[in-house]
């Protein structure tokens, strides 16, 4: 979100513009950055499951409100149900640190490891109703390093993962439907 945001800021002729930060998180650190960043902010503590319903709704009044054409997901870790995609019923872009279709869900980087992957990489898709599902706009690739932990290779590509989802943004706000491919050199990612 915060590379996002600088990307949107800096660049003169970006197509897009960040007008507001989303969370279920009332403590969550890329509120003070929007803050920060002029950026409008929404929150509300979604702790127990009724407060999903809750949430969602008061959400998509604010989308509604602000007049909200792209929603980004970045480091938002909650599944949107079926009737919040249909009701906003406009993109809803998200990253996902694994190749995709492979490795959904959640610890991709160990189980990427357990299952002794040569490549790794991210994914930056259009939300469905399906987990970590959706049309492809763009992925980056890395070599995975040798004797690396899970954290390590999170470190590794969580840099990739911020300039691809910058370029998947700005290609699919122009609208011209081009996919985003960006394959790491070995030079890149030794530790």
Request: hydrophobic fraction near 40%; charge should be positive; aromatic fraction near 6%.
């Amino acid at each position: 979100m915060m590379a996002l945001i600088n990307d949107m800021k800096k660049e003169k002729d970006h197509p897009g513009h960040p007008k507001l930060v989303v969370s279920n998180n009332t403590n969550a650190e890329g509120l003070v950055f929007a803050e920060q960043n002029s950026v409008e902010t929404f929150s509300f503590n979604a702790v127990k499951s009724q407060d999903s319903y809750i949430f969602e709704e008061k959400t998509l009044q604010v989308l509604n409100k602000k007049k909200i054409d792209v929603i980004c997901l970045a480091g938002f870790m909650k599944i949107l149900s079926e009737n919040f995609i249909t009701t906003f019923s406009k993109p809803i872009l998200n990253i996902h640190p694994s190749l995709l279709p492979s490795f959904r869900g959640l610890n991709t980087h160990l189980r990427v490891l357990k299952a002794g992957c040569l490549i790794h990489g991210a994914t930056v898709h259009q939300i469905t109703e399906k987990v970590d599902d959706g049309p492809i706009l763009g992925q980056t690739v890395i070599k995975i390093p040798e004797n690396c932990t899970a954290k390590q290779l999170r470190e590794v590509l969580l840099p990739k993962e911020h300039l691809l989802y910058k370029r998947v943004l700005r290609e699919f706000l122009i609208k011209n439907g081009k996919k985003v491919l960006t394959i790491n050199s070995a030079d890149d990612i030794q530790n």
